[in-house]
Nanobody
Framework: QVQLVESGGGLVQAGDSLRLSCAAS????????MGWFRQAPGKEREFVAA??????YHADSVKGRFTISRDNAKNTVYLQMNSLKPEDTAVYYC????????????????WGKGTLVTVSS
């Protein structure tokens, strides 16, 4: 089973950029569909983006501002976040799953512990 560790969160101002990283250990990283989710205070966890061999998907709320990418040689998936807004404040989680369906990651079998992103106005 894959283990996931996120990094790169922090406190930034509105309009700034931040890049999150998720390092994976274990076997067959390249075979997983990787995704990012977030959970804001008092809200449910929501899908942000996912990537696999067949494509890249972003939630409408981040489309045009966030970009997911991966480096299979480094067993790492990234989330580049530009033009950050206060409403992007959340704990961001990395996840490994089986595929993408209806614009969401399914068959999730591993989660990271999360990294906090705080965007001040």
């Amino acid at each position: 089973q894959v283990q996931l560790v996120e990094s790169g969160g922090g406190l930034v101002q509105a309009g700034d950029s931040l890049r999150l990283s998720c390092a994976a250990s274990g076997r067959a990283f390249s075979t997983y569909t990787m995704g990012w989710f977030r959970q804001a205070p008092g809200k449910e966890r929501e899908f942000v983006a996912a990537i696999n061999w067949s494509g890249i998907y972003h939630a409408d709320s981040v489309k045009g501002r966030f970009t997911i990418s991966r480096d299979n040689a480094k067993n790492t998936v990234y989330l580049q976040m530009n033009s950050l807004k206060p409403e992007d404040t959340a704990v961001y989680y990395c996840a490994a799953g089986n595929g993408i369906r209806n614009g969401d990651l399914y068959g999730i079998n591993a989660w990271g512990k999360g990294t906090l992103v705080t965007v001040s106005s």
